[in-house]
């Protein structure tokens, strides 16, 4: 845009063009302006070029048509506007969160609703009038469908700001309350009813949006924008999620992780019972990790599926569960020898604390790792990061 700017300056060409290439160099100007400012961009999209008309109220001219400038120059377009040659301008979209639960995702969800939205009035076809009556220019914005309005945005800081007419409620025209439409109420619009439906694919992930094509807010004049939601997955009580790969954590008895079992170790997100089959001979470790390949989450595209992964806990029995002697020496003979003897010229007696929390340690120093940082690292972390200490 800047690049077409310069190509029309006036001091690039000859000065027999001089004249129209200011014009030219002028609309350039005003439509990279709108489209680097967010809420001249909203305006332009709600109202076309007449927000931006100084004959009414509007800051720019009203000649120039953003979408037809863009076109020749770069094959671009951004939305209808009111003088566009026919072609509406386009409704915002609506935008809201849908939860969805980790087993929705893994199996997929059809979603059927009834939503609320604004349609065109079909008794006036959107005039807001009765049959017959002509339309009148409001007068307060001159048919434009916005005014100018200042807001205070701080100490003597006012801005000026360009806001749709509330006398005609944007539309730049206005009825006596006895010529409007009895339906919508000179509205043009009324509140509608529609069943709607949303298909979330299986595999589907958080922050993905599915998309109801032209299903927002009907409006006069502009095409509906879409309806959008946004997935937000909810935390599940055994599983976690990274990618296509699914992670949970099972739970075998000593006894399982000395000798082996077959059993179903784990009930999945469909429902089915998954099975384990660990031969006797291989010693299960604590939180070691067995891959179950295929059994994580199901890829959008084919028939894949990620991998699941599972994190071994080992149940040790309570404490006294062996009271029995001849038991008690019996699995002392089973079970391996103890390491190698330490040796040492003076030994100690030392009495311990079991179930300490290693997160204690060095709290009596002032170094201590319970609260995982100290007062100034929490300083720190609300700065941005590590401040260096001044000299």
């Known amino acids: 845009m800047q690049g077409a700017a310069l190509q029309h300056h006036p001091d690039k060409v000859p000065e027999e063009q001089r004249a129209q290439s200011e014009v030219k160099f002028k609309q350039v100007t005003q439509a990279y302006e709108i489209l680097r400012d967010d809420e001249k961009r909203q305006l332009y999209d709600q109202f076309g070029m007449a927000a931006f008309d100084p004959s ?47 087993e929705e995702l893994y199996k997929g969800k059809t979603v059927k609703f009834a939503a609320n939205k604004r349609i ?111 997935l937000v997955e909810e935390p599940n009580e055994v599983f976690t999620r990274i990618g296509d790969d699914l992670s949970a ?15 179903v170790v784990l009930k999945h997100l469909d429902g089915r019972g998954l099975h384990v089959d660990h031969p006797r001979g291989k010693i299960l470790q604590p939180m070691e990790v067995l891959k179950v390949a295929g059994e994580g989450m199901p890829r959008k595209r084919g028939e894949e599926k990620g991998d699941l992964y599972l994190s071994v806990k080992i149940e040790f029995p309570a404490d006294g569960w062996l009271s029995d002697d001849d038991t008690y020496e019996a699995i002392r003979k089973l079970l391996p020898p103890p390491g190698p003897l330490i040796s040492a010229e003076e030994v100690d ?32 972390e609300d700065q941005g990061g590590p401040q260096c200490a001044t000299q």
């Open 56 to 102: 009414r109220g509007g800051p720019g001219d009203a000649g120039v048509d953003l979408n037809d400038m863009l076109a020749q120059m770069f094959g671009m377009n951004v939305g209808g506007s009111a003088g566009n040659h026919g072609r509406p301008r386009r409704g915002q979209d609506e935008e809201q969160q849908y939860k969805v639960t980790l």
């Open 120 to 230: 065109i009035c079909s008794q006036c076809k959107g005039s807001g009038a009765k049959d017959k009556v002509k339309p009148q220019q409001c007068d307060r914005c001159k048919g434009s469908g916005v005014r100018e309005a200042y807001r205070q945005v701080g100490p003597g800081l006012i801005r000026q700001e360009v806001l749709p007419c509330d006398n005609c409620d944007g539309t730049g025209m206005y009825y006596k309350e006895k010529d409007r439409c009895k339906r919508c109420k000179g509205k043009r619009t009324v509140e509608d009813t529609k069943a709607l439906e949303i298909y979330i694919p299986r595999g589907s992930r958080q922050g993905e949006r599915i998309v109801l094509e032209g299903e927002a807010d009907q409006f006069p004049d502009q095409a509906p924008g879409d309806i959008v939601f946004t």
């Open 249 to 263: 954590e099972i739970v075998v008895t000593l006894a399982e992780a000395l000798t082996g079992f077959s059993r």
């Open 349 to 380: 007696e030392v009495e311990y604390e079991a179930g300490a929390d290693i997160e204690e340690m060095g709290g009596r120093s002032g170094h201590a790792r319970s609260g995982m940082m100290w007062e100034d690292e929490e300083d720190d």
